[in-house]
C-alpha cells in the first residue's frame, strides 16, 4: 500500500487538499489511537505504510483505550488537524473509507468492535469504495 495514494483517495473523498488531507489523516489516526487498544492500534499499524503507522503506535502507558463517544473524536480530531468540525468530521469519513481499503477486512472490523454505535455515522458502508480498488499490503 503506497503512502501517497492513501493521502489522494482521502483528499479525494472529502474534497480537501493534499496538505490538508494529510493532516487530518495524522490527526485522525493519532486520535483513533486514544480509542482502540493498544494491541489494535498495533494490529492497524502494521498494515499501514511507515508514515502513517507511526500516528497510530502508543506508548505502553497509553495500552487501554479512552472511552469517548463520536462527538469528542470529532473535537479532538479538529483541534489537532486545525480546521473546523465540519472539515474534521468529512476528513474522518474519508480517512475511515481509505483505510477499509487499505487494511485487511477483518482488521478494519476489529477496530469498529471497540468503537460506540454512533461512529457508524463516519464509517462508511461496506459497498462505499471508489471503483472497489484496493492497494497491496
Not at 495524522?26 to 482502540?36: G, K, P, Q, V
Not at 494490529?43 to 503506535?57: F, M, N, S, T
Amino acid at each position: 500500500m503506497i503512502y501517497e495514494d492513501f493521502v489522494a483517495a482521502v483528499a479525494e473523498r472529502a474534497g480537501l487538499s493534499v496538505n490538508q488531507a494529510t493532516a487530518l489523516s495524522y490527526a485522525t489516526l493519532e486520535t483513533l489511537a486514544d480509542r482502540i487498544s493498544g494491541g489494535e492500534a498495533d494490529d492497524l499499524a502494521a498494515l499501514l505504510p511507515d508514515r502513517l503507522a507511526e500516528h497510530l503506535r502508543k506508548p505502553a502507558s497509553r495500552e487501554l483505550p479512552d472511552p469517548f463517544g463520536l462527538g469528542e473524536f470529532v473535537q479532538r480530531v479538529a483541534d489537532r488537524a486545525d480546521v473546523d468540525t465540519p472539515v474534521a468530521s468529512t476528513g474522518i469519513q474519508a480517512v475511515f473509507s481509505a483505510m477499509r481499503e487499505a487494511v485487511k477486512l477483518r482488521e478494519f472490523e476489529d477496530m469498529v468492535a471497540q468503537l460506540p454505535k454512533d461512529f457508524s455515522e463516519v464509517l462508511a458502508p461496506a459497498g462505499s469504495s471508489t471503483g472497489g480498488r484496493r492497494w497491496g499490503h
